[in-house]
């Protein structure tokens, strides 16, 4: 986590709460967005992922929007956890099949007990 | 659950000095990844690899660096003479065919360079 965490924007919400999270990405021809979770000292853990083609995509507790209009992605997480606080990234794939991601800079969620 | 698992978990080196990060793919996945993170930004791609070769690098990706699959189940970043600013965390990433998106990764490794 301390890898990741210096100058990140931070969410806190009340656990319990929903909590919305929200990135802007920047390549208009990416095809794939994905969510992934970095916890402290770990690796990124994938959450969800949407294609280009469609605006929603629900999962256990969480749902991804995706807004291609203004380029906007956002993770929502019904009833957060404590066990949820962790920094958030969204990544974008270019078309072509195994591209590399590109990441954004990441949110923190802290969720208060 | 399969998972990439990552060697060691820290590395302290001097500058100058080569280093071999190693990983361990998921055993049904051909298509890996080596992506890192410096302290406080974004996860940046450096490599991918598919087929013993690599697909594709980004500019972080120069001369200093290699990797290889040694065998059916290794896949390793070499740095060969470590400067300051590699410092980082490194992330071993692995992915099905045909399904690259779902990119799994590793637990990282720390790299200090002193």
């Known amino acids: 986590g301390e890898s990741v965490g210096l100058h990140l924007p931070t969410l806190s919400v009340q656990e319990g709460d929903n909590s919305i999270i929200n990135c802007a990405y920047s390549?208009?021809?990416?095809?794939?967005f994905i969510w992934y979770k970095q916890e402290s000292g770990k690796g990124p853990q994938f959450i969800i992922d949407i294609r280009s083609n469609m605006d929603k995509r629900q999962g256990q507790r969480v749902t991804v929007l995706l807004n291609k209009t203004v380029k906007h992605l956002s993770l929502q997480i019904a009833a957060t956890q404590p066990g949820d606080s962790a920094v958030y990234f969204c990544a974008e794939r270019s078309p072509g099949g195994n591209t590399p991601l590109v990441f954004g800079k990441g949110t923190r969620l802290s969720v208060i007990a | 659950e399969p998972e990439v698992t990552q060697t060691p978990s820290h590395q302290v080196t001097q500058m100058g000095q080569e280093v071999i990060l190693r990983c361990v793919p998921i055993?049904?996945?051909?298509?890996f990844y080596w992506y890192r993170q410096i302290l406080g930004q974004k996860v940046e791609f450096l490599v991918s690899f598919y087929n013993n070769e690599i697909s594709e690098k980004s500019e972080i990706f120069d001369d200093q660096f290699s990797v290889e699959r040694p065998d059916g189940s290794n896949f390793t970043l070499k740095i060969r003479s470590t400067k300051l600013e590699d410092s980082a965390m490194y992330f071993c990433a692995s992915s099905e065919p045909g399904r690259g998106t779902t990119q799994y990764f590793g637990p990282g490794t720390r790299l200090l360079v002193l």
């Open positions: 055993s049904n996945h051909l298509y």
């Open positions: 390549n208009s021809a990416s095809d794939y």
